[in-house]
Nanobody
Framework: QVQLVESGGGFVQAGGSLRLSCAAS????????VAWHRQAPGKQREMVAR???????DYLDSVKGRFAISRDIARNSAYLQMNGLTPNDTGVYYC?????????WGQGTQVTVSS
């Protein structure tokens, strides 16, 4: 069973920054992809950023230029750097990692952005 532990969420004012971390209990170098999703109150979960095995990245249009996804293979960790946060970025952020065809999720970390 793969464990994913997110951290780094919190309360921040609009325009601020946060860096989310996701620590995996298994080597992250062999994953098919690493992604961050978020779920705002009353809304469906949406993918915010994705890192492909080839090193490519995909971002939700609304976060392009503000968020950056990365991973540290040596630390078996993935990160989401979030800059220029707005109240629309408020939600629970989840780390998602796929080993082969099996997808794993962390427990989520709350991000709250005040105006």
């Amino acid at each position: 069973q793969v464990q994913l532990v997110e951290s780094g969420g919190g309360f921040v004012q609009a325009g601020g920054s946060l860096r989310l971390s996701c620590a995996a209990s298994k080597r992250i170098s062999i994953v098919n992809h690493v992604a961050w999703h978020r779920q705002a109150p009353g809304k469906q979960r949406e993918m915010v950023a994705r890192l492909t095995p080839g090193g490519g990245t995909d971002y939700l249009d609304s976060v392009k230029g503000r968020f950056a996804i990365s991973r540290d293979i040596a630390r078996n960790s993935a990160y989401l750097q979030m800059n220029g946060l707005t109240p629309n970025d408020t939600g629970v952020y989840y780390c998602n990692v796929a080993y082969g065809t099996v997808s794993h999720w962390g427990q989520g970390t709350q991000v709250t952005v005040s105006s």
